[in-house]
Nanobody, 123 residues
Framework: VQLVESGGGLAQPGASIRLSCTVS????????MAWFRQPPLKERVFVAS????????YYADSVKGRFTISRDNAKSTMYLQMDNLEPDDTAIYYC?????????????????WGQGTQVTVSS
């Protein structure tokens, strides 16, 4: 089981960044894939999730309308398109996976995690 995030970096407010999460094949067919983030000195929190088919997506209120989660099963990759970035989006972003169906937003509900990628939004 291996999840590897990439695409983080420094961006100005209002800019865009796309994160990727590449997953080992046997893991990518996990039912639920998700993004979490951990701001400096704060707890890790839910950002967005997507089911296997991509037909069901959930977002945290703080990112609705600005972030888009997607997945390409043929490439074993999940994405997070982040538009109109704000300084409060600064965090380490983690991808995660789990089996089952439903709406899962808690850290303990996900079995597999990547190592994280830093996103910093600053002028």
């Amino acid at each position: 089981v291996q999840l590897v995030e990439s695409g983080g970096g420094l961006a100005q407010p209002g800019a865009s960044i796309r994160l990727s999460c590449t997953v080992s094949e046997d893991t990518f067919m996990s039912d639920i894939m998700a993004w979490f983030r951990q701001p400096p000195l704060k707890e890790r929190v839910f950002v967005a999730s997507i089911n296997r088919s991509g037909g069901t997506r959930y977002y945290a209120d703080s990112v609705k309308g600005r972030f888009t989660i997607s997945r390409d099963n043929a490439k074993s990759t999940m994405y997070l398109q982040m538009d109109n970035l704000e300084p409060d989006d600064t965090a380490i972003y983690y991808c995660a996976s789990r089996a089952g169906s439903g709406w899962f937003t808690r850290v303990y509900e996900f079995a597999n995690w990547g190592q994280g990628t830093q996103v910093t939004v600053s002028s």
